[in-house]
């Protein structure tokens, strides 16, 4: 069922999966993705204000294209051992990534930004998922790198559900984990109707 907004909301992201899970919500939107440099590395060791960086300088680099819109940005990565797990650079990298997870809980955060034009005002959050990632024998992990669902996924996986075969979520949100914690963002979407209304 579709779900009428008083503002054109903009996702500011180039991401399949956040494609998906706005269009399965029932939401009309444009995309218009934020190209930015990401850093490797979170500052002062603190995940949570990586992704709050990140998705805040991706919707400061999209939201003044838009003289009248709400922007949504969002930023998620691993975090294990005090580092953060980016997106693979090659089928090497997201071997090593995926060898590293096996069979080890780590946290997936996701950053999260609405900007709203042109008053300029913004709403950020920040969420946090548990996930256990499946440990491979070597046939399995040369079968997983053959579907190509590392590409372009911080953690070298992407997720189908609550029911996938190499993903488990033992804490949080699978939405989350997908790329866009839709409980949250619903929410906060019904507040910033409310405050253009």
């Not at 440099?37 to 939201?63: F, H, I, M, N, T």
């Not at 997106?87 to 990534?97: G, L, T, W």
């Not at 992407?158 to 997908?178: A, H, K, L, M, T």
Request: with cysteine; hydrophobic share 40%.
């Amino acid at each position: 069922m579709a779900k009428s907004l008083p503002f054109r909301l903009i996702l500011a992201s180039g991401s399949r999966d956040r494609r998906k899970l706005l269009a399965d919500a029932g939401y009309a939107f444009e995309v218009s993705p934020a190209d930015i440099p990401e850093p490797r590395v979170a500052a002062y060791g603190d995940c949570r204000q990586y992704v709050q960086e990140v998705a805040w300088l991706k919707a400061a680099a999209v939201a003044r294209k838009f003289d009248n819109a709400l922007v949504l940005t969002a930023d998620t990565v691993g975090w294990f051992n005090g580092e953060v797990i980016g997106k693979p650079d090659d089928e090497a990298d997201a071997r090593r990534i995926i060898r590293s997870l096996g069979g080890t809980i780590h946290e997936l955060w996701t950053g999260v930004t609405l900007w709203k034009r042109p008053e300029d005002w913004q709403f950020s959050w920040q969420e946090v998922s548990k996930c256990r990632v499946k440990r491979f024998t070597d046939a399995e992990l040369d079968a997983y790198i053959a579907t190509n669902r590392w590409v372009g996924c911080s953690g070298a996986y992407s997720i189908d559900g609550p029911d996938d075969p190499y993903v488990r979520v033992v804490e949080g949100s699978v939405s989350n984990v997908i790329g866009l914690p839709m409980e949250s963002l619903e929410r906060m979407l019904m507040q910033a109707a409310k405050l253009v209304d």
